[in-house]
């Protein structure tokens, strides 16, 4: 029986390498392929936006994954800042405040997009060119043929799995949370290889100054970068330099660099964000954690069970990881930049998976994001390094089938739900109607109301957080100069556990005035008239 089975293996082995020569694919062809197969991805992306498939994969938000208070702080943010005269140093942002990349990227989609719902659309087209551009440059450092072939194999997959509701891969589409800073832990990675493998010593000095902007400007703008990057960075240096006997000065030099810099953008946060919030932690030993592992157990197994393509190749990748460690002493009969990036993605989950047991922070899925990524990344790199051109027909398979996949799954969203060329939901043109008849514009509402109908709604409206459990201001991704001492209106979701206690509180304060109420969809609006409604006693 085990001849038979061998023999039929052979066979196949056989077939398959007789078909893989005939095929013959050169770099040239398949740089063709992936050249057409980008835009497709894009598109892809762009008529699952349109049909608004892409906004509820993660229904989490009640108003969906792209349209909640959280993921639309930039839209209000520059539209409080170039459009109502606003400031920067007025906002009270959260302790991660996205500086850099998220900024950037959308400042070039907010100058380019006519409105938020467009600009959201051209930011998530954005991040994931930059996000393929970032990967291509790691491939490039690790292997030497068909490096875009297999950088847009890692992206459309990526992309693919994005689409099946996969966290943390989901915010490859949204800002601000904390996705740019895995973009920019892969470009630092890159920028080290380059630093210390290539012999490019006329470009070196620029290579490391851009090193450390990126590594300064980043852990200002997120401090999960120390984690994710600069820290496995700097173990995984120290363990080959003593594995290797090299000791030099200047390898040395250039770490401590990476590391001031760092520390210097850690410190930076008190100095350059306006309104720094505090978000010191206890550090402790949490056994529960340990004994566990719930936050970190529940996205593994949802994508063990929901997604098994995946949880094979994290499966398979931790075994690589393991594979190489266990070779550790023999790394130079491997290839030595694909050893390094395997230590350097196995330091970084040790280093995850550590702060989750020491600490006493909720742990959600988006900040496991190098979790999901780097095992795939070392699984596809180590194939080629090790069957080249055995895996490439492999590879185009897939491709036509995960593309093949988004296109029709695109075709059945524009035939079920249609293309929309804007975004403007019933209960906010309700909220805007009456508004706009009563010539009022300065309210209250919850925080995940306060951006979602500020952004969307036509008028130029004025909004301040509040908690409703307690009636006191919320400083939270907002800004200091919507907080007025009188306002005109409130706007509670109907689902809210304590509206007639809110109303009532309010009638004591305000010498039991009984506000108008009207109804839209799933909010009241509570209209009291101009500057009639005190919060405050």
């Not at 098994?308 to 075994?319: M, T």
């Not at 027909?393 to 089938?401: A, N, Q, T």
Request: some cysteine; charged content about 15%.
């Amino acid at each position: 029986m085990k001849d038979k089975k061998v023999l039929g293996l052979n066979i196949i082995k056989k077939y398959y390498n007789r078909l893989n020569s005939r095929l013959n694919f050169t770099e040239r062809t398949l740089r063709i392929f992936a050249g057409i197969l980008l835009p497709i991805i894009l598109i892809n992306i762009t008529l699952h936006y349109l049909t608004g498939t892409l906004n509820f994969l993660n229904t989490h938000h009640y108003d969906g994954m792209l349209f909640n208070s959280d993921a639309l702080l930039l839209p209000a943010l520059f539209t409080d800042i170039f459009e109502k005269g606003g400031n920067l140093s007025d906002w009270i942002l959260s302790p991660a405040p996205y500086f850099f990349p998220d900024y950037p990227m959308f400042l070039l989609a907010y100058f380019n997009a006519p409105d938020t719902y467009w600009q959201i659309l051209l930011f998530a087209l954005i991040q994931m060119t930059i996000t393929f551009l970032a990967i291509w440059l790691l491939v490039k450092q690790i292997i030497q043929n068909n490096c875009f072939f297999f950088a847009t194999v890692l992206f459309l997959f990526f992309t693919w799995l994005a689409l099946q509701n996969i966290q943390p891969l989901v915010f490859i589409f949204v800002n601000s949370f904390h996705y740019g800073t895995f973009i920019m832990t892969i470009l630092v990675i890159s920028l080290w290889l380059i630093i210390n493998t290539k012999n490019i010593n006329k470009n070196k000095v620029f290579y490391y100054l851009l090193l450390l902007i990126i590594a300064f400007i980043t852990t200002l703008s997120d401090s999960i970068f120390l984690m994710w990057c600069i820290a496995p960075l700097v173990a995984t240096q120290w363990i080959l330099t003593f594995i290797n006997r090299d000791f030099s000065f200047k390898k040395t030099f250039l770490l401590i660099g990476v590391i001031i810099s760092s520390l210097l953008g850690l410190k930076g946060y008190r100095w350059i964000v306006p309104n720094p919030v505090s978000a010191r932690r206890n550090i402790k030993l949490h056994f529960d954690n340990i004994l566990y592992f719930d936050n970190i157990y529940e996205p593994i197994s949802k994508i063990l069970t929901q997604m098994p393509i995946l949880g094979f190749l994290l499966v398979l990748g931790f075994c690589i990881i393991l594979y190489f460690l266990i070779h550790i002493f023999r790394y130079k009969k491997t290839n030595y930049t694909l050893f390094w990036v395997t230590l350097f993605f196995c330091l970084s989950i040790c280093t995850i998976i550590s702060i989750v047991m020491l600490s006493d922070i909720l742990w959600l899925p988006r900040y496991l994001t190098p979790l999901f990524y780097l095992p795939v990344i070392v699984i596809l790199l180590f194939l080629q390094r090790t069957y080249n051109k055995q895996i490439i027909p492999i590879c185009i398979l897939f491709c036509l089938i995960f593309t093949l996949h988004m296109s029709v799954s695109s075709y059945l969203s524009i035939k079920k739900k249609g293309i929309k060329t804007e975004y403007y939901p019933e209960n906010i043109a309700c909220i805007d109607s009456i508004l706009a008849k009563e010539k009022l514009n300065t309210g209250i509402t919850g925080f995940w109301k306060t951006n979602v109908i500020q952004n969307f709604s036509k008028l130029n409206l004025n909004l301040a957080t509040h908690n409703f459990n307690t009636m006191y201001e919320y400083h939270w991704l907002t800004s200091k100069k919507y907080f007025k001492s009188k306002y005109d209106f409130v706007i509670i979701r109907k689902s809210h556990k304590n509206n007639v206690s809110i109303i009532k509180k309010l009638q004591q304060i305000n010498e039991n005035s009984y506000p108008h109420i009207e109804d839209c969809g799933d909010l009241w609006v509570y209209i009291y008239g101009k500057d009639k409604l005190k919060i405050y006693e």
